[in-house]
T-cell receptor, first 113, second 113 residues
Framework: GNSVTQMEGPVTLSEEAFLTINCTYT??????LFWYVQYPGEGLQLLLK?????DKGSNKGFEATYRKETTSFHLEKGSVQVSDSAVYFC????????????FGGGTRLMVKP | KAGVTQTPRYLIKTRGQQVTLSCSPI?????VSWYQQTPGQGLQFLFE???????NKGNFPGRFSGRQFSNSRSEMNVSTLELGDSALYLC????????????FGQGTRLTVV
């Protein structure tokens, strides 16, 4: 079946540090890949997405590149802010008729001033 | 436009009871998906409805059921509640095409005592 594995947290960084959150997936075919962010007490917000190999998704300074050869979709940001503190989820959608997301376990990011 | 609305935000129920949760999707969206979020199991897909028909189903017991109305609003029902059903239940709405962006509500926090 489909699965997503992401690095366990928490990840604690100082403001302006470089962020990488690793995500790898297992799926047949060509799934679409997503990063979602969850702030305390809220639902999930789509951060970025990529729908085919070598696509780069980007938003709010965050980037991730769909690497089919390594089945990875690592999230990066060059300079984190305190406001980026949240839980980040990597997810995939197989796309075979429907919107069914398979999520990774989530990575909590804590950014200190 | 209005986002995804889930009601109620919080619920406390007793073991053995049943509960109904409601989700109003974004206007024009025809797909509604439900997810269960727990600290131990993370985010797990329950089911998806599209145009009043269940299109996908996750691996949950039959106590978990749902439906979708002609106006795309959806309800999910959990019967014979167990302590392990305590979770944040998230609803996501999408336009309906395959791999369309999912917009999440803030969730309903269900506590079973």
């Amino acid at each position: 079946g489909n699965s997503v594995t992401q690095m366990e947290g928490p990840v604690t960084l100082s403001e302006e540090a470089f962020l990488t959150i690793n995500c790898t997936y297992t799926a047949t075919g060509y799934p679409s890949l997503f990063w979602y962010v969850q702030y305390p007490g809220e639902g999930l917000q789509l951060l970025l997405k990529a729908t085919k190999a070598d696509d780069k998704g980007s938003n709010k300074g965050f980037e991730a590149t769909y690497r089919k050869e390594t089945t990875s979709f690592h999230l990066e940001k060059g300079s984190v802010q305190v406001s980026d503190s949240a839980v980040y989820f990597c997810a995939l959608n197989k796309g075979n008729a429907g919107n069914m997301l398979t999520f990774g376990g989530g990575t909590r990011l804590m950014v200190k001033p | 436009k209005a986002g995804v609305t889930q009601t109620p935000r919080y619920l406390i129920k007793t073991r053995g009871q049943q509960v109904t949760l409601s989700c109003s999707p974004i206007s024009g969206h025809r797909s509604v998906s439900w997810y269960q979020q727990t600290p131990g199991q993370g985010l797990q897909f329950l089911f998806e409805y599209f145009s009043e028909t269940q299109r996908n189903k996750g691996n949950f017991p039959g106590r978990f059921s749902g439906r979708q109305f002609s106006n795309s609003r959806s309800e999910m029902n959990v019967s014979t509640l167990e302590l392990g059903d305590s979770a944040l239940y998230l609803c996501a709405s999408s336009l309906g095409q395959d791999v369309s962006e999912a917009f999440f509500g803030q969730g309903t926090r269900l506590t079973v005592v």
